[in-house]
């Protein structure tokens, strides 16, 4: 089992619409999870970070963490072609020095 | 610099051929790390720098995977006698550590793109 999970998609709405990427991870020693976006042939950039159980927010981005069911998701409102890039959550624990990334869902935002 | 770079973008090499792949960390980050990317899928952890130290290198998938970073700054991942498995997306990524490893954003470059023929 991989120490985190995420559905691939690929994930296509219109714009303004609300999208939600979820992910699960398996190991409750995991402290932190971030989510990045990947814009194609660049490397990540980190858009949400947070170590607590939860909500996020941060402008139209809303990171919520459940670490009860080991289950993280981050919401995209009023969705914008802009937005259209793969998101990849990544989780990480103290007691290692990896960070844990999930396989990424491919978000394509139509005008 | 500005932000996190790597050289060659793009890297084509015969099967059997070493190749030597750049990162240069934003100045002053102690961390650097390495991650292999596979077509359609998140990063893999390779290796992990302290300044010179490698402290963890439990994902570098052969001996003929090697890392450096001898002076602390730039660091170069080498692959001796490439397979065609090899042929990835290679990223580097650094950070600082105030506050602990995860406290810190990690700051990506742009990859280099190895194709193994």
């Known amino acids: 089992q991989k120490e985190v999970e995420q559905d691939p998609g690929p994930l296509s709405v219109p714009e303004g619409a609300i999208v939600s990427l979820n992910c699960t991870y398996s190991?409750?020693?995991?402290?932190?999870f971030m989510w990045y976006r990947q814009y194609s042939r660049k490397g990540p950039e980190l858009l949400m970070y947070t170590y607590s159980s939860g909500n996020k927010e941060d402008g139209r981005f809303t990171a919520q963490v459940d670490k009860s069911s080991k289950y993280i998701s981050l919401f995209i409102r009023d969705s914008q072609p802009s937005d259209s890039a793969t998101y990849l959550c990544?989780?990480?624990?103290?007691?290692?020095?990896?960070?844990?990334f999930g396989t990424g869902t491919s978000l394509t935002v139509i005008p | 610099g500005a932000g996190v770079s790597q050289s060659p973008r793009y890297k084509v090499a015969k099967r059997g051929q070493d190749v030597a792949l750049r990162c240069d960390p934003i100045s002053g980050h102690v961390s650097l790390f390495w991650y292999q990317q596979a077509l359609g899928q998140g990063p893999e952890f390779l290796t992990y720098?302290?300044?010179?130290?490698?402290?963890?290198k439990s994902g570098l998938p052969s001996d003929r995977f090697f890392a450096e970073r001898p002076e602390g700054s730039v660091s170069t991942l080498k692959i001796q006698r490439t397979q065609q498995e090899d042929s990835a997306v290679y990223l580097c990524?650094?950070?600082?550590?105030?506050?602990?490893?995860?406290?810190?954003?990690?700051?990506f470059g742009d990859g280099t793109r190895l194709s193994i023929l």
């Open positions: 990524a650094s950070s600082t550590v105030r506050g602990g490893l995860g406290n810190q954003p990690q700051h």
């Open positions: 190991n409750s020693a995991f402290q932190y």
């Open positions: 720098f302290q300044n010179e130290a490698q402290l963890d």
């Open positions: 990544a989780i990480f624990s103290n007691t290692g020095n990896q960070f844990y």
